[in-house]
């Protein structure tokens, strides 16, 4: 079966051909037209309760409990639209690493709300000097489960003010080889080889060209 290619365009949608994602932030609203929606793994206190703000840490007991609980109310409401709200986990959020992520697509595998694995938004300025085997467990390990949604393939560079942020794979400035998504690609087909079908992967629209070769000449779609 053939990798569905997708392409994250300038206003944050996730694209085949047609818009097929509303646009990635904060919202996990159900979408107008769109079959998902894309935000962020993150929430912030209830306006109920502004009192508990001074102690909202994303990995804090009382984070946890309102993301999980969140979701489960996001979980009615899509299922009830017949959509799903994908969720793209980040280091500064509740689902922040490679063990959660697991653990939350094992709990949640017939959910309607699902992932969209950015493994670089997982990385910390820490990890670059092994950034290859941080995104290798993190694509091996939860590229192939049921509940993902989508792989996404950035390159990371440095803002102005010396902060990590995405990037396009082929980036001059970029902090990450992109040879090494490449040998990712092909592990994960090796993985994926006794699944019935790939995840989609989801590039910039600059790598289009870069990563429809590493599909033809090394996945053989």
Same mark, same amino acid.
């Given at each position: 079966m053939l990798r569905t @290619?997708?392409?994250?365009?300038?206003?944050?949608?996730?694209?085949?051909?047609?818009?097929?994602?509303?646009?990635?932030?904060?919202?996990?609203?159900?979408?107008?037209d769109a079959p998902r929606r894309l935000a962020f793994s993150c929430?912030?206190?209830?306006?109920?309760?502004?009192?508990?703000?001074s102690?909202?840490?994303?990995?804090?007991?009382a984070a946890r409990a309102e993301f999980l609980g969140r979701c489960d109310e996001a979980d009615d409401v899509f299922r009830a639209e017949g959509k799903m709200l994908c969720l793209v986990p980040r280091a500064s959020d509740p689902l922040s690493d490679?063990?959660?992520?697991?653990?939350?697509?094992?709990?949640?595998?017939?959910?309607?709300?699902r992932i969209v694995l950015d493994p670089v938004l @997982?990385?910390?300025?820490?990890?670059?000097?092994?950034?290859?085997?941080? =995104?290798?467990?993190?694509? =091996?390990a939860i590229g192939p489960m049921p509940g993902v949604e989508a792989l996404l393939l950035r390159n990371v560079s440095r803002a102005p003010d010396g902060a990590l942020r995405p990037a396009p @794979?082929?980036?001059?400035g970029g902090?990450?080889?992109?040879?090494?998504?490449?040998? @990712? =690609?092909?592990? =994960?087909a090796r993985v994926e080889q006794s699944s019935v079908s790939r995840v989609p992967v989801g590039v910039m629209a600059e790598d289009l060209g870069l990563v429809r070769?590493?599909?033809?000449?090394v996945l053989g779609a």
């Amino acid at each position: 079966m053939l990798r569905t @290619l997708l392409v994250l365009d300038a206003d944050g949608h996730l694209r085949d051909g047609s818009a097929l994602w509303a646009a990635a932030g904060h919202d996990w609203s159900a979408p107008g037209d769109a079959p998902r929606r894309l935000a962020f793994s993150c929430v912030s206190p209830r306006p109920e309760a502004p009192d508990e703000a001074s102690s909202w840490a994303p990995w804090s007991p009382a984070a946890r409990a309102e993301f999980l609980g969140r979701c489960d109310e996001a979980d009615d409401v899509f299922r009830a639209e017949g959509k799903m709200l994908c969720l793209v986990p980040r280091a500064s959020d509740p689902l922040s690493d490679v063990p959660g992520v697991l653990t939350f697509v094992r709990q949640r595998s017939q959910s309607n709300v699902r992932i969209v694995l950015d493994p670089v938004l @997982l990385l910390v300025e820490s990890m670059l000097k092994t950034a290859d085997d941080h =995104l290798g467990r993190a694509i =091996l390990a939860i590229g192939p489960m049921p509940g993902v949604e989508a792989l996404l393939l950035r390159n990371v560079s440095r803002a102005p003010d010396g902060a990590l942020r995405p990037a396009p @794979l082929s980036e001059p400035g970029g902090l990450l080889r992109p040879e090494c998504f490449r040998e @990712l =690609l092909l592990e =994960l087909a090796r993985v994926e080889q006794s699944s019935v079908s790939r995840v989609p992967v989801g590039v910039m629209a600059e790598d289009l060209g870069l990563v429809r070769g590493w599909l033809g000449d090394v996945l053989g779609a």
